[in-house]
């Protein structure tokens, strides 16, 4: 466990440290910073958190959140931690601060991290929460609600609310030591979970009408038109979860959706649910992916395109697609 | 702690047992009597599920789910457990083996449980799943990953997947020691909460389609009718869920989902999200219920009782409802 103590003699070393959360700020690394700025603050140090993006609308009820700011406004400090990301590239325009600082840590939970900063705090967790988790107490700060509060959207975002196979008992023990603090549970989860906007929710249900169902309900289709996300008053991002609902349906072995795109393309997501290799399926159409997740770019039409996807989902399942 | 030291030694004193799980069967009887049951064939026991009503489809990937029966089929035994039921009545038909026993147990986290059983190990938790993990390790017994399984549902579906305000930090902590066993946590939770079928898909889709915002989006009402229930193939059961995926709306405060029923009346669902209280609306309407929660029945059509609704609604939200 050296990496923890480098990590906490470096916060307690330092006494004006920036804080870098990665570019497309999510739930861990937006989190994660804004614990760790809460604890320093505890510590009486003064801490900025920087990131190249605003604070998406679904993360502002998280305490501290006012706080971020983007790197051309970051005073310059000597001591910078960047927080969840994998590598440099994550920090975007925040590369800048990194270079410039004299002291430089890396906290995160990433496999694929390089371990670019001269003090690396990098180990396989759930989320890079619990080693924020584990910094804190390795500080003896004491976890108030509003540090709480940031740390368990920091894990509950990351591990799928307890649910991805990223989630171990050490997850749950810190999570059990975060609830400690007497946070509110439900209001947190209404806030992460349970907000959705009207067209949002209007778009998946289009979605979810639109889909077709085909070899014995073993393979689910359906496509969105940028007529209906107009129609909708949606966004082409509204379109995130869809292809997870067509997944959910108890027969389906295979899921394609395909979205109409502004580029005048069609972009495929796939999914698989147990052995089915969907991968195989976006490679013959120069894609790529996992096996139980994978997509593809594709020409118009749509239809077109849907009935081509049909056919190799067929050729998948019926074990014929060499 | 008597109340679990009872449990225990009634569980070590006997050796034919029988496990009542109570009616309408949910995951935290299910799971906590198949834990039970799992944990009792460890020690060598005689062991029995009874209920008086099968395995609803969505439990059936259970460990030891095939094991269940109903009271008709029970061998009489001298000792009987109740597992989750808050009174004799939840036990339904399997009373008549509850009063033939000589020996009871009623393990339970029912507030309003009234201890209607020789032994009781009645105590507040998330789940009786925790309660049954306590006896489990109380007993020293191992965990299997069958066991371990059991408990998890029971402890997952009764939590709302630890997002409700039951889940303590003990909760927490009970679920990383479930977890430590290895089970499959991906898979439970696709068994649980990502599994649905096509017709009930549809429904929600359509329920969605229907909603209409009013009142500057803080109000959202939609109805279902028998013909919606007809086109999508599902059955009443299946509106289940519909009026939660409207309360989530980011802008709606007051929800309302009227269904057409079978026997000509229309059922109404209500539900607040912070502070409008909807069982005002209900008990203005004949029904009752919760401040975040309520319901009542109304005449059709559905058109006019949904306009009443609104009306009522608004003046709910303006304060002028007395």
Chains 1, 2 share one sequence.
Request: net charge negative; with cysteine; aromatic share 6%.
């Amino acid at each position: 466990m050296g990496m923890l103590q480098d990590a906490a003699r470096f916060l307690r070393t330092h006494d004006d440290i920036l804080l870098i959360a990665h570019v497309s700020p999510d739930g861990d690394t937006l989190g994660s910073c804004f614990a760790l700025y809460g604890a320093l603050l505890e510590l009486g140090k003064h801490a900025q958190v920087v990131c190249e993006d605003p604070v998406p609308a679904i993360y502002r009820f998280l305490p501290f959140s006012d706080q971020l700011i983007p790197p051309e406004q970051a005073s310059p400090a000597e001591a910078v931690v960047c927080v969840d990301c994998a590598d440099l590239a994550r920090t975007g325009r925040c590369e800048l601060l990194f270079r410039a600082a004299k002291a430089t840590l890396n906290i995160d939970h990433h496999s694929t991290n390089d371990h670019y900063a001269e003090a690396n705090y990098v180990q396989k967790a759930g989320a890079t929460g619990e080693l924020i988790f584990n910094v804190i107490n390795c500080l003896k700060i004491t976890l108030n609600k509003n540090i709480a509060s940031c740390l368990y959207v920091a894990i509950t975002t990351d591990t799928g609310n307890f649910s991805y196979s990223n989630t171990t008992p050490d997850t749950m023990r810190i999570a059990a030591d975060i609830l400690d603090t007497g946070i509110d549970l439900p209001y947190l989860n209404r806030c992460l979970f349970r907000t959705v906007p009207f067209p949002k929710l209007k778009l998946h249900a289009l979605g979810v009408t639109k889909a077709k169902l085909y070899d014995y309900g073993r393979i689910a289709i359906s496509y969105i038109t940028l007529e209906d996300i107009a129609s909708c008053g949606a966004t082409s991002e509204d379109t995130e979860g869809i292809i997870d609902a067509i997944r959910d349906i108890d027969s389906v072995e295979v899921a394609a959706l395909l979205r109409e795109s502004d580029d005048g393309l069609v972009r495929v997501s796939l999914r698989g649910k147990t052995s089915a290799d969907v991968s195989k399926i976006a490679t013959r159409l120069g894609g790529g992916g996992h096996k139980l997740a994978a997509g593809c770019t594709m020409s118009p039409p749509v239809a077109e395109a849907a009935e081509q996807i049909l056919g190799f989902a067929i050729e998948l399942l019926h074990g014929v697609s060499e």
